[in-house]
C-alpha cells in the first residue's frame, strides 16, 4: 500500500502561478496530476514515468511542468500563466506493479 499527499493548491488569480507536490509514501513506476472540476469528469492533466518520460493534456502544454524527485518519491506540478478554466480539485495519481494510488486531492481556484 502506498499513501499519496498533495499538497500546494490555493487561490490565484488569473496569470498566476502555484506548484503542487504530492509526495508518496513508497516509490512508484509512474505518477499523473488529475483534476477534476464539479459536473466534470476527471481528467489528465501531466505525467511522468520513473525515468522522465512526460505526457501532458493540450490544455497545459507549455504552462504547466511535472517533474520528479525519486530520492524524495515526490513529484511537482508547475502551473503557471492560469486560467479560470485550471480551477478543479488536483488529484496525483500514482501506479506501482499492478496498482493504482490516489491522494485525497488539493484545491485550485483560479480568480478571473
Known amino acids: 500500500q502506498v499513501q499519496l499527499v498533495e499538497s500546494g493548491g490555493g487561490l490565484v488569480q488569473a496569470g498566476g502561478s502555484l506548484r503542487l507536490s504530492c509526495v508518496a509514501s513508497g516509490s512508484l513506476s509512474s505518477t499523473g496530476w488529475y483534476r477534476q472540476a464539479p459536473g466534470t469528469e476527471r481528467e489528465l492533466v501531466a505525467a511522468?514515468?520513473?525515468?522522465?518520460?512526460?505526457n501532458y493534456a493540450d490544455s497545459v502544454k507549455g504552462r504547466f511542468t511535472i517533474s520528479r524527485d525519486n530520492a524524495k518519491n515526490t513529484v511537482y506540478l508547475q502551473m503557471n500563466s492560469l486560467k479560470p478554466e485550471d480551477t478543479g480539485v488536483y488529484y496525483c495519481k500514482g501506479t506501482r506493479m499492478w496498482a493504482a494510488y490516489w491522494g485525497q486531492g488539493t484545491q485550485v481556484t483560479v480568480s478571473s
Open positions: 511522468i514515468t520513473s525515468v522522465g518520460q512526460t
